[in-house]
């Protein structure tokens, strides 16, 4: 069965400092990964996805992640964060042809002033 | 673009009482939704998939006469909470894939269910 590791609970990074949040996957074959923001009291939005191809792959509000098949890790980046970015952060995997998405426990970034 | 819609957004609750909560694809069909479940500050658990014009496929764990899924149409899912307990209460998300397929999921802005 398929499942997504996010190893960080909660990360506080000062506004500026790069970011990174951790994501190992699960899966038999090639995985469709994604990774997800949900600010407080917002739906979930999608911040980037990865099928196939290049294996570092640009989203939106500047953030970027890298499949990495040999670690299974797709592992979310941002070089300078903002106070905006604050928010939890779901990666997640999706099953086959089914559209199925499994989440991730999630990562809570704070930003510190 | 395309957009889930879903109603209520929040809705309180007696214990005992059933309640209904409907999630709608705006402007494109979807013949598959998804229904999560979120506690607080914890991670989306996929409850069921919902078929249009067949049985709701529940993941384990999740009781089926508990969570009652209705694919009625192309473009309208509903899932009742029966008989809610206080246990109950949490943060139900739907999502719908768009009509080209593939894994992107289109998310439903979520109904908030307190069950006093």
């Known amino acids: 069965a398929q499942s997504v590791t996010q190893p960080d609970i909660h990360i506080t990074v000062s506004e500026g400092a790069s970011l990174e949040l951790r994501c190992n996957y699960s899966?038999?074959?090639?995985?469709?990964l994604f990774w997800y923001v949900q600010s407080p009291g917002q739906g979930l939005q999608l911040l980037l996805k990865y099928f196939s191809g290049d294996t570092l792959v640009q989203g939106i509000k500047g953030f970027e992640a890298e499949f990495k098949r040999s670690q299974s890790s797709f592992n979310l980046r941002k070089p300078s964060v903002h106070w905006s970015d604050a928010a939890e952060y779901f990666c997640?995997?999706?099953?086959?042809?089914?559209?199925?998405?499994?989440f991730g426990s999630g990562t809570r970034l704070s930003i510190r002033p | 673009g395309a957009v889930v819609s879903q109603h209520p957004s929040r809705v309180i609750c007696k214990s005992g009482t059933s309640v209904k909560i409907e999630c709608r694809s705006l402007?494109?069909?979807?013949?598959?939704m998804f229904w999560y479940r979120q506690f607080p500050k914890k991670s989306l658990m996929l409850m069921a998939t919902?078929?249009?014009?067949?049985?709701?496929?529940?993941e384990q764990g999740v009781e089926k006469d508990k969570f009652l899924i209705n694919h009625a149409s192309l473009t309208l899912s509903t899932l009742t909470v029966t008989s809610a307990h206080p246990e109950d209460s949490s943060f139900y998300i739907c999502s719908a894939p768009p009509p080209s397929g593939g894994q992107t999921q289109y998310f439903g802005p979520g109904t908030r269910l307190l069950v006093l």
């Open positions: 997640a995997v999706g099953e086959g042809s089914a559209s199925k998405i499994i």
């Open positions: 919902s078929n249009e014009g067949s049985k709701a496929t529940y």
């Open positions: 899966y038999g074959a090639t995985p469709y």
């Open positions: 402007d494109f069909q979807a013949t598959t």
